[in-house]
């Protein structure tokens, strides 16, 4: 029987991948664990491999195009299979099909339902709005859409009591950003209100009445001139740039990097108790070391390698600070695993270095340059850019002398790093010269207290001033 592939769930947290290229073409013979395709994601590129054997029949979803996590990207045959069973599996996965066969000559839209996250529970739920305006448009109809609660739908949207119609997740959606359903306009079958058009009105983007989103996906054959003709408004496809309302600025469109984010960020702000401590380390012994390290090693390590050693030596010290927080309960980790940011021309990326406590300063310095290079370069591994209990963001190489970040959500802490700067210091009563690096903590409150935090930030403060004490 003939398979469907879908967009595969490469990234936790995706919602959405792209295909960066196939690795195979229509016609082709795959078997399982053969190189299928790259999936980038918000972070990353991934290749994806066949899980089940046989022939691509159709590419669906054409390199350099995006999909919700879960919509058909191709179709895989059996012998002896052909287009009308690459039609009927397609046809047969839209919602709100009888299973039955398409009329002659009609090819139903390959775009199926696909999990969505409940805002509030967290729960996956199917936002099948999509799914039904791209099957209409390729059938050319419009039929009526019935909803458990209510009769029939009108084409503004509402039934004949005057209420508007809106899937599950819109009406979440719409709740938790504190919108009005009736001021919205439905982009939807007959107005129904869906996800985006929440999500337009949230960004200030609200399409006109009647206007909805064409199927994103490939089409062929006679449903593709069915869909071509019916009354959707399709928006164009976006540019690298365009031209603002004024005339005097750009838009640049968001990248699946950046709304990813401003997603993640936005989150953390708004449902993380940040609390932040700042401490000043002198660092004249440090850059010695690293100057007598760097003289006798074939491996140049930086202040940012010995900083991230220091942080592990400091989560020896005060190990209660190594947790996260779950809502069933504190996480204990027994390893410290630390995200080290990574700027790219595309946003921020923070790899994950393992058992950092474990591992020499150069074969610490050889991890960090071999993600922060796959970073910029999008190869990064899936495994990679998860788990980790801790983040280290330094910006002192562009002489910032200070700044708080936020949290990695689900991690309990992120060390902010300064530039190294020479300045008067106090010293048994004596005013010095000194080399001074300022560095912020921001802290989860729910899993560490102010206490333990400062606890912390002295064990990583007195591991910074004596440096012999993190390599050895």
């Known amino acids: 029987m003939a398979t469907i592939?879908?967009?595969?769930?490469?990234?936790?947290?995706?919602?959405?991948?792209?295909?960066?290229?196939?690795?195979?073409?229509?016609?082709?013979?795959?078997?399982?664990?053969?190189?299928?395709?790259?999936?980038?994601?918000?972070?990353?590129?991934?290749?994806?491999?066949?899980?089940?054997?046989?022939?691509?029949?159709?590419?669906?979803?054409?390199?350099?195009?995006?999909?919700?996590i879960g919509a058909p990207i191709a179709v895989l045959l059996a012998d002896g299979e052909g287009d009308a069973d690459i039609d009927a599996v397609l046809g047969s996965a839209a919602p709100g099909s009888d299973g039955g066969q398409a009329e002659a000559g009609e090819e139903t839209a390959p775009t199926v339902a696909t999990p969505e996250e409940d805002p509030e529970s967290g729960a996956p739920e199917v936002e099948a709005d999509s799914v039904r305006d791209a099957a209409g448009a390729a059938a050319g109809t419009s039929a009526a859409v019935v909803t458990a609660e209510s009769g029939p739908v009108d084409s503004a949207g509402t039934?004949?009591?005057?209420?508007?119609?809106?899937?599950?997740?819109?009406?979440?959606?719409?709740?938790?950003?504190?919108?009005?359903?009736?001021?919205?306009?439905?982009?939807?079958?007959?107005?129904r209100i869906v996800r985006r058009d929440v999500e337009r009105a949230a960004a200030g983007d609200s399409p006109a009445p009647g206007t909805a989103p064409a199927a994103s996906a490939s089409r062929t054959g006679p449903a593709a001139s069915a869909a071509s003709a019916a009354p959707v408004a399709a928006p164009p496809a976006p540019a690298a740039a365009s031209a603002s309302a004024d005339g005097d600025d750009d838009l640049i469109p968001h990248t699946p990097m950046r709304k990813a984010i401003a997603r993640r960020l936005t989150e953390s702000k708004a449902t993380v108790p940040h609390f932040y401590l700042t401490a000043d380390c002198r660092v004249d012994e440090l850059l010695a070391l690293r100057a007598r390290i760097n003289a006798s090693s074939p491996r140049r390590v930086s202040v940012n390698d010995l900083v991230v050693k220091a942080v592990a030596a400091a989560f020896t010290d005060v190990p209660d600070a190594n947790v996260t927080w779950t809502d069933s309960g504190m996480?204990?980790?027994?390893?410290?695993?630390?995200?080290?940011?990574?700027?790219?021309?595309?946003?921020?990326?923070?790899?994950?270095?393992?058992?950092?406590?474990?591992?020499?300063?150069?074969?610490?310095?050889?991890?960090?340059?071999?993600?922060?290079?796959?970073?910029?370069?999008?190869k990064l591994r899936q495994d990679e850019l998860e788990g980790g209990s801790f983040s280290v963001s330094n910006l002192g190489m562009f002489g910032t002398l200070e700044f708080a970040a936020i949290l990695n959500p689900p991690q309990s802490g992120i060390l902010a790093v300064g530039a190294a700067k020479k300045q008067p210091v106090v010293?048994?009563?004596?005013?010095?010269?000194?080399?001074?690096?300022?560095?912020?903590?921001?802290?989860?409150?729910r899993a560490v207290d102010g206490a333990l935090a400062a606890q912390w930030l002295g064990a990583f403060v007195e591991r910074i001033e004596d440096p012999l004490s993190i390599v050895i």
Request: aromatic share 2%.
């Open 5 to 68: 592939i879908r967009m595969p769930s490469v990234l936790a947290g995706a919602d959405e991948a792209a295909i960066a290229s196939w690795l195979v073409n229509a016609g082709d013979t795959v078997a399982v664990g053969d190189p299928l395709a790259e999936i980038e994601t918000e972070k990353a590129v991934v290749e994806y491999t066949a899980e089940e054997s046989g022939t691509v029949g159709r590419i669906v979803l054409e390199a350099g195009a995006s999909s919700e």
């Open 159 to 191: 039934d004949d009591q005057g209420r508007r119609f809106a899937s599950p997740i819109a009406r979440k959606l719409a709740r938790s950003r504190g919108l009005d359903l009736a001021a919205l306009s439905g982009t939807g079958p007959d107005g």
């Open 331 to 378: 996480r204990v980790h027994r390893s410290v695993d630390i995200s080290v940011a990574v700027a790219t021309e595309g946003g921020l990326l923070t790899p994950v270095v393992r058992d950092v406590g474990r591992a020499s300063v150069t074969e610490v310095s050889r991890q960090i340059a071999d993600l922060a290079e796959r970073a910029r370069d999008r």
């Open 427 to 445: 010293v048994d009563d004596e005013l010095a010269i000194a080399t001074v690096m300022r560095v912020t903590l921001s802290v989860d409150h």
